[in-house]
């Protein structure tokens, strides 16, 4: 079974400070994919990122970088430097090809960004 | 390139009542799914498809019913409206070739609630 553990469920922060969203994941399959998304107040689903499980190099793209360990099942999400506009809900995704391209999501993590 | 069109934005239904969320895609996407979303849930599989004729449950299918007749459109039908149905459903299409998940692009959603 696939599962996806996102514990924080509410994060402050004040703006510029760094912060690390957690995800866990948990499956079966050696063949899979990690996601995450950002949605905004506004409401739509924004896809940020997209790890193969093959590929454990981290990846920073701006101020967001993700560091993903296949040892402790987990694809942690830092934001440097945070802005307003970071505040939204972020969503870790998981998705197996071999069972049908279904995503499996966290149940999200809000954060909050103070200016 | 419209992405992925859910109609209508907005609805408010009377228990019992029936309705259709609109999906369609033009991406030539073999996958499609419908999500909702309530607060503190994350976001969980209604139903969903991997082609043209074939759809198949996912984690919440009770009250709902799908079809995918076109690669295009993907509607949802609530059969009889009720109380618990009151959620933000999300259509999403994805790519899926020689076993690689790609990422889902979402509709910009629909707030159903139903008194």
């Known amino acids: 079974a696939q599962k996806v553990t996102q514990a924080q469920t509410e994060i402050s922060v004040v703006e510029k400070e760094d912060v690390t969203l957690d995800c866990v994941y948990e499956?079966?399959?050696?063949?899979?994919?990690l996601f995450w998304y950002k949605q905004p107040p506004s409401g739509e689903l924004v896809f940020l990122i997209r790890?193969?499980?093959?590929?454990?190099q981290n990846e920073i793209s701006g101020r967001y970088s993700w560091n993903f360990q296949k040892s402790t099942s987990s694809f942690n999400f830092t934001i440097t430097a945070s802005q307003v506009v970071d505040s939204a809900v972020y969503f870790c995704?998981?998705?197996?090809?071999?069972?049908?391209?279904?995503?499996?999501f966290g149940t999200g993590t809000s954060l909050t960004v103070i200016p | 390139n419209a992405g992925v069109t859910q109609t209508p934005k907005f609805q408010v239904l009377k228990t019992g009542q029936s309705m259709t969320l609109q999906c369609a895609q033009d991406?030539?996407?073999?996958?499609m799914s419908w999500y909702r979303q309530d607060p503190g849930m994350g976001l969980r599989l209604i139903h969903y498809?991997?082609?043209?004729?074939?759809?198949d449950q996912g984690e919440v299918p009770n009250g709902y019913n799908v079809s995918r007749s076109t690669t295009e459109d993907f509607p949802l039908r609530l059969l009889s409206a009720a109380p618990s149905q009151t959620s933000v459903y999300f259509c999403?299409?994805?790519?899926?070739?020689?076993?690689?998940?790609?990422?889902?692009?979402f509709g910009s959603g629909t707030r159903l609630t139903v008194v």
């Open positions: 999403a299409s994805s790519y899926s070739g020689r076993g690689v998940s790609y990422g889902y692009t």
């Open positions: 499956t079966r399959d050696t063949t899979y994919y």
């Open positions: 790890r193969n499980s093959f590929d454990e």
């Open positions: 995704a998981l998705s197996a090809p071999n069972t049908g391209n279904q995503f499996y």
């Open positions: 991406m030539n996407h073999e996958y």
């Open positions: 498809s991997v082609g043209a004729g074939i759809t």
